[in-house]
T-cell receptor
Framework: GDSVTQMEGPVTLSEEAFLTINCTYT??????LFWYVQYPGEGLQLLLK?????DKGSNKGFEATYRKETTSFHLEKGSVQVSDSAVYFC????????????FGTGTRLTIIP | KAGVTQTPRYLIKTRGQQVTLSCSPI?????VSWYQQTPGQGLQFLFE???????NKGNFPGRFSGRQFSNSRSEMNVSTLELGDSALYLC??????????????FGPGTRLTVT
């Protein structure tokens, strides 16, 4: 079945450091890929998405590129801020019309001033 | 546009009882999905409804059920509650964003505690 493997956390970085959170997936066909972020006490917010190979999703300084050859969708940000502290989830949706999201385990990110 | 709303936000129930959670999707969204989030199992898909029909179902026992109304609002019900049902229950509504497929928008969740 479909699965998402996400970099184990927690991750602690200093402000302005470079961030990478690794995500790889297993799926049949051509899934859509997503990154969601969850702040304490809140639901999930869609951060970015990519729907086909070589697509780059970007939002709020975060980027991720859909790499079909390595089945990866790593999240990056060039300079993190304290406000980026949250839990980040990588997810896939297998087919159009089948909206079930399969999530990774989540990576807790803490940014130190 | 108002976001996805879920009620109640917090709930405490006793083993053996049943519970109903409610979700109001973003206006115009016709699909509603439900997820269970626990520290041990992470985020797991429960079911998805579209136009009042269950279109997809996760691997949960029959004690978990749901429905969708004609205004797209959805409810999920858990009968004969067990301690392991303690979780954050998240509802998401979605629309077809065109060539980019679907985007799901999540509510704040209902925190269910079973004692």
């Amino acid at each position: 079945g479909d699965s998402v493997t996400q970099m184990e956390g927690p991750v602690t970085l200093s402000e302005e450091a470079f961030l990478t959170i690794n995500c790889t997936y297993t799926a049949t066909g051509y899934p859509s890929l997503f990154w969601y972020v969850q702040y304490p006490g809140e639901g999930l917010q869609l951060l970015l998405k990519a729907t086909k190979a070589d697509d780059k999703g970007s939002n709020k300084g975060f980027e991720a590129t859909y790499r079909k050859e390595t089945t990866s969708f790593h999240l990056e940000k060039g300079s993190v801020q304290v406000s980026d502290s949250a839990v980040y989830f990588c997810a896939l949706s297998a087919n159009f019309g089948n909206e079930k999201l399969t999530f990774g385990t989540g990576t807790r990110l803490t940014i130190i001033p | 546009k108002a976001g996805v709303t879920q009620t109640p936000r917090y709930l405490i129930k006793t083993r053996g009882q049943q519970v109903t959670l409610s979700c109001s999707p973003i206006s115009g969204h016709r699909s509603v999905s439900w997820y269970q989030q626990t520290p041990g199992q992470g985020l797991q898909f429960l079911f998805e409804y579209f136009s009042e029909t269950q279109r997809n179902k996760g691997n949960f026992p029959g004690r978990f059920s749901g429905r969708q109304f004609s205004n797209s609002r959805s409810e999920m019900n858990v009968s004969t509650l067990e301690l392991g049902d303690s979780a954050l229950y998240l509802c998401a509504s979605s629309f077809n964003s065109g060539a980019g497929g679907y985007e799901q928008y999540f509510g704040p969740g209902t925190r269910l505690t079973v004692t």
